[in-house]
């Protein structure tokens, strides 16, 4: 009687710890496309040329023309045009990219002084043509109140910041 209890025992445990014991597995499938990382490059600087100013007041650059308009003051000298900046982008082709300022510009003088510069944008979106190039066109503002120092106010100057700009897909 025991060894029919030790096998019929032995029987059952053979049979469920089996099923117990059962695996399966499947394969499954990763995927990634990699396309070409964006770049950003400076291809022009933003350049006002000479203005004097007998007040406060703000001088304003189109970013499509690089016309330039004076107002808030009586000018003695207010440039009719410009050097717009330009940016070359470049990244997949046929593929459309979100463009942004991130930070605006200090401009500094070699007496420590400063101006802030306030860049506008031709587009917030860019779509690269098909060898996947784009171009970006910057103007903007600088507010004066009249007493600036005669020289050059530059971001490449010692104190100076150079604007940002972003492009992401």
Same mark, same amino acid.
């Given at each position: 009687?025991?060894?029919?209890?030790?096998?019929?025992?032995?029987?059952?445990?053979?049979?469920?710890?089996? *099923?117990?014991?059962?695996?399966?597995?499947?394969?499954?499938?990763?995927?990634?496309?990699?396309?070409?990382?964006?770049?950003? !490059?400076?291809?022009?600087?933003? *350049?006002?040329?000479?203005?004097?100013?007998?007040?406060?007041?703000?001088? *304003?650059?189109?970013?499509?023309?690089?016309?330039?308009?004076?107002?808030?003051?009586?000018?003695?000298?207010?440039?009719?045009?410009?050097?717009?900046?330009?940016?070359?982008?470049?990244?997949?082709?046929?593929?459309?990219?979100?463009?942004?300022?991130?930070? *605006?510009?200090?401009?500094?003088?070699?007496?420590?002084?400063?101006?802030?510069?306030?860049?506008?944008?031709?587009?917030?979106?860019?779509?690269?043509?098909?060898?996947?190039?784009?171009?970006?066109?910057?103007?903007?503002?600088?507010?004066? !109140?009249?007493?600036?120092?005669?020289?050059?106010?530059?971001?490449?100057?010692?104190?100076?910041?150079?604007?940002?700009?972003?492009?992401?897909?």
């Amino acid at each position: 009687m025991k060894k029919l209890l030790g096998v019929s025992l032995l029987a059952l445990t053979t049979m469920f710890g089996s *099923n117990a014991a059962e695996a399966v597995s499947a394969d499954g499938e990763a995927r990634i496309n990699m396309i070409q990382a964006l770049t950003l !490059t400076q291809t022009q600087s933003i *350049n006002y040329g000479d203005t004097a100013v007998d007040g406060a007041g703000t001088v *304003n650059m189109a970013h499509s023309s690089g016309a330039i308009t004076c107002s808030g003051f009586n000018s003695h000298s207010c440039p009719a045009t410009g050097t717009t900046g330009a940016f070359s982008v470049s990244g997949k082709s046929n593929t459309s990219v979100a463009v942004s300022v991130t930070s *605006n510009a200090t401009m500094s003088h070699s007496d420590s002084s400063t101006l802030t510069f306030i860049p506008s944008l031709s587009s917030t979106s860019v779509t690269l043509d098909g060898s996947g190039a784009g171009n970006i066109s910057v103007g903007g503002a600088v507010a004066l !109140t009249g007493t600036e120092s005669a020289g050059e106010y530059s971001t490449t100057n010692s104190g100076g910041v150079p604007y940002q700009i972003n492009v992401v897909y």
